[in-house]
T-cell receptor, first 111, second 116 residues
Framework: DAGVTQSPTHLIKTRGQHVTLRCSPISGHKSVSWYQQVLGQGPQFIFQ???????GRGNFPDRFSARQFPNYSSELNVNALLLGDSALYLC??????????FGPGTRLLVL | AQTVTQSQPEMSVQEAETVTLSCTYDTSESDYYLFWYKQPPSRQMILVIR??????QNATENRFSVNFQKAAKSFSLKISDSQLGDAAMYFCAYTVPLQGAQKLVFGQGTRLTINP
């Protein structure tokens, strides 16, 4: 089985632009979590979706939004990009024993 | 407060020796899960070991083991017979309940260097 997949792998944007990041969970898994990891820090929770419903949201501004599709893939959208949004964006899915497995991440650079 | 403290920003160890990474956390929950994740330069987050808080027995996975002290809210990782491939950032994390789901709260990480 394929693991968690994310696209694109790298992305360069300019301030004020919009970006869409995509994630597909492990086949058959219905949950997706998004995390932001700024260089030198641990990941910070952004969103959790399960069965296409938002189950939790971290302390991020409304410029960040997400959704989950019927096939359980997910999109993370960020509007009005700021330099501080430059980070690695990680997607994860839950498996047994409340364990999250992570995708390879999308590296976003905002210039 | 939902916090994880990894007090060692950097650690180094000689190849084949043993190293222990420390982690303390703060939670009001009685049932939760604790994890150590490894992040090599590729930045892929890889699960190293998992501990269920309701289990007193410390988890082990081959060369990796934990010392879980629930009352002290301490969760250290011991790596035995260190190998060059163990070099990475190590993150401690625990689960926080959401509405029918859970999120992870991470520490700031410990950079582990293995000296040949």
């Amino acid at each position: 089985d394929a693991g968690v997949t994310q696209s694109p792998t790298h992305l360069i944007k300019t301030r004020g632009q919009h970006v869409t990041l995509r994630c597909s969970p492990i086949s058959g898994h219905k949950s997706v979590s998004w995390y932001q990891q700024v260089l030198g820090q641990g990941p910070q929770f952004i969103f959790q979706y399960y069965e296409k419903e938002e189950r939790g949201r971290g302390n991020f501004p409304d410029r960040f939004s997400a959704r989950q599709f019927p096939n359980y893939s997910s999109e993370l959208n960020v509007n009005a990009l700021l330099l501080g949004d430059s980070a690695l964006y990680l997607c994860a899915t839950w498996t047994v024993k409340e364990t999250q497995y992570f995708g390879p991440g999308t590296r976003l650079l905002v210039l | 407060a939902q916090t994880v403290t990894q007090s060692q920003p950097e650690m180094s160890v000689q190849e084949a020796e043993t190293v222990t990474l420390s982690c303390t956390y703060d939670t009001s929950e009685s049932d939760y899960y604790l994890f150590w994740y490894k992040q090599p330069p590729s930045r892929q987050m890889i699960l190293v070991i998992r501990q269920e808080a309701y289990k007193q027995q410390n988890a082990t996975e081959n060369r990796f083991s934990v010392n879980f002290q629930k009352a002290a809210k301490s969760f250290s990782l011991k790596i035995s017979d260190s190998q060059l491939g163990d070099a990475a950032m190590y993150f401690c994390a625990y689960t926080v309940p959401l509405q029918g789901a859970q999120k992870l709260v991470f520490g700031q990480g410990t950079r582990l260097t293995i000296n040949p």
